[in-house]
């Protein structure tokens, strides 16, 4: 290890759905975090390791900060707005607009009360014309202080080497955290069950997304076969109806879309079977929500 080595943390944040996973995954060249068109669909604090030459960056990605309904909801704004406290870099990821809502009024009152140095990354550049674009930046440069402002391209990984660049220079100088192979602290488990969460959040149009969870009940390595068992619950009868589909059509697709990402982690042929409970009102449940593998007790 050189003197000039950097390691460090930086977390992202910005409302839901501004892409702060497809960033996340795009920036340590892995799918670790899900994605989907649905708001709110990160609701762990899940930490990725992106290593070079020059240095370590563990990633914190955050719940989106949002107006919290429900138990589940208060859990991920906590761990969010606690996140802003703990690392060396905050990355505020927003939308190519000059609109500033109530949301992102939100999140700056956030920034100002932190004393840690925020890069304004612009997503999604590829939408928008690049006269336009100088608006939109000048529009949020008027809001705070900005330590950097890098617009990006998740999605089409444009200008991601840049955002790097910009990330390394506020880490301090230290050994890595990780060892250089580590790309997250999550257990196999828990993004096997994410994955299939995000096939259901992909699937499934209606009003039911955020009363979905997945649980990993089983997993058996043989020799060339993981056997696993999964359970999605949801929070009513006519939503596990859906779920299942008409002749079990909708959770077939569910499988089939889920078992070859998980195959790709495991690097195994995986044997998938898939079951639905009902767990009625879940997210208001201190109890369920930590049997489903969110501590409330990581809000205090």
Not at 121 to 127: F, L, P
């Amino acid at each position: 290890m050189n003197e000039k080595y950097k390691s460090g943390f930086a977390a992202l944040i910005g409302r839901p759905n501004v892409g702060k996973s497809t960033l996340m995954n795009s920036l340590i060249g892995q799918k670790i975090a899900i994605t989907s068109k649905k708001p709110q669909t990160t609701r762990n604090r899940i930490q990725t390791v992106y290593t070079s030459e020059e240095g370590q960056i563990v990633f914190v990605d955050t719940p989106g900060i949002h107006k919290a309904k429900n138990k589940l909801g208060d859990y991920m704004v906590n761990i969010a707005e606690r996140s802003l406290k703990e690392v060396d870099v905050i990355l505020w990821l927003v939308e190519p607009t000059d609109y500033i809502g109530a949301g992102e009024q939100h999140i700056i009152e956030q920034l100002k009360k932190t004393n840690v140095p925020v890069i304004l990354v612009m997503n999604k550049i590829d939408t928008v014309k690049r006269e336009q674009l100088l608006g939109y930046i000048d529009a949020y440069r008027k809001l705070m202080d900005f330590a950097e402002i890098v617009p990006v391209s998740a999605l089409k990984e444009d200008n991601t080497d840049t955002l790097i660049q910009q990330i390394m220079k506020y880490l301090p100088y230290g050994p890595a955290f990780y060892d250089e192979d580590t790309i997250t602290d999550q257990p196999t488990r828990q993004i096997v069950a994410e994955l299939i969460r995000e096939k259901v959040l992909r699937s499934i149009d209606e009003e039911i997304p955020h009363g979905v969870a997945v649980t990993i009940e089983s997993m058996k390595y043989g020799k060339k076969l993981v056997e696993i068992n999964a359970t999605i619950i949801c929070e009513r009868d006519s939503h596990k109806g859906i779920i299942i589909g008409k002749g079990g059509a909708m959770l077939k697709k569910i499988g089939s879309m889920a078992r070859p990402e998980i195959e790709d982690l495991l690097e195994m042929h995986v044997n998938l079977q898939l079951w639905v409970k009902v767990k009625k009102d879940w997210r208001d449940s201190d109890f369920l929500i930590k049997n489903f593998g969110y501590d409330p007790k990581e809000t205090e």
